[in-house]
């Protein structure tokens, strides 16, 4: 199990294009003083434009490397993989 888990990591790693680093850079800094970091922030910290964001964070979901908040609360968490 351990092994799938690495290999997808891995995989996901390789996909990342350099807006995507800046993005988790920034979810990783607003965590500081946020639980679930708002677009709004992260496109502030990562000097992006808000859509750009906005669109690259539902990939970095689906990569498995950041969590949306579940309801209403909106923002996103870095998972173990990201």
Do not use: C, W
């Amino acid at each position: 199990m351990v092994a799938v888990s690495a290999r997808f990591s891995v995989q996901a790693l390789k996909l990342l294009t350099e807006v995507d680093r800046r993005i988790l850079t920034a979810v990783e800094r607003g965590m500081i003083n946020h639980e679930y970091v708002p677009a709004e922030l992260v496109a502030s910290i990562a000097k992006l434009d808000l859509e750009l964001v906005e669109k690259r964070l539902k990939r970095l979901n689906k990569l498995g490397l950041v969590q949306r908040a579940a309801g209403g609360a909106g923002g996103d968490v870095l998972t173990s993989r990201g």
